[in-house]
T-cell receptor, first 110, second 117 residues
Framework: DAKTTQPPSMDCAEGRAANLPCNHS???????VYWYRQIHSQGPQYIIH???NNETNEMASLIITEDRKSSTLILPHATLRDTAVYYC???????????FGAGTRLAVHP | ETGVTQTPRHLVMGMTNKKSLKCEQH?????MYWYKQSAKKPLELMFV???????ENNSVPSRFSPECPNSSHLFLHLHTLQPEDSALYLC????????????????FGAGSRLTVL
């Protein structure tokens, strides 16, 4: 599986967009990018995933570069409840084996 | 009930005890997982069951014994644990199968926090 690199921590002001980057320069053609988040002491929560097109749902937007070597998760209007650890995972679709790294700890402040 | 339910939410046990963690999902999924999360460490995948068959066992010590009697229930039987096994144990489920199946979209439970004395 392709390895991902994320900054260990980020800050964001409430109401502003939070842009969380992920580098996956060794991604292969059939690997998807998945994003999850984990609010303190809770189970992780699925956010969004994509292959090569940008994706948007009610939680976030996922922007994948044309060469697919990096992506950005965008929370358009961050709230205090978005404070969490965000995980970027690259995985072939259809495999039952998600490996979580250290993620990015996002702190949203008033 | 909907989602993934884990019981108990908190468990304290001695090193000689035998206990079990239970996970139940009402999502119609056919793959279930156990993850372990120790303090300040990333989640570690322990076991994966797909269609009630164990398909992954990540070198987990034998003092942890999983059981999947049907696609809705998953157990983790614990015996002669060590203090370093104290952690948050997370259960998850997903659709299983090949490409396009959504197998990597996991729904997690709230976890069972285990303390071994």
């Amino acid at each position: 599986d392709a390895k991902t690199t994320q900054p260990p921590s980020m800050d964001c002001a409430e109401g502003r967009a939070a842009n969380l980057p992920c580098n996956h320069s060794t991604i292969s053609g059939n690997e998807y990018v998945y994003w999850y988040r984990q609010i303190h002491s809770q189970g992780p929560q699925y956010i969004i995933h994509g292959l090569k097109n940008n994706e948007t749902n009610e939680m976030a937007s996922l922007i994948i570069t044309e060469d697919r070597k990096s992506s950005t998760l965008i929370l358009p209007h961050a709230t205090l409840r978005d404070t969490a650890v965000y995980y970027c995972i690259v995985r072939v679709n259809g495999y039952n084996k998600l490996i979580f790294g250290a993620g990015t700890r996002l702190a949203v402040h008033p | 009930e909907t989602g993934v339910t884990q019981t108990p939410r908190h468990l304290v046990m001695g090193m000689t005890n035998k206990k079990s963690l239970k996970c139940e999902q009402h999502l119609g999924h056919n793959a279930m997982y156990w993850y372990k999360q120790s303090a300040k460490k990333p989640l570690e995948l322990m076991f994966v069951y797909s269609l009630e068959e164990r398909v992954e066992n990540n070198s987990v010590p034998s003092r942890f014994s999983p059981e999947c009697p049907n696609s809705s229930h998953l157990f983790l039987h614990l015996h002669t644990l060590q203090p370093e096994d104290s952690a948050l144990y997370l259960c998850a489920s997903s659709r299983g199968g090949g490409p396009g199946s959504g197998a990597n979209v996991l729904t997690f439970g709230a976890g069972s926090r285990l303390t071994v004395l």
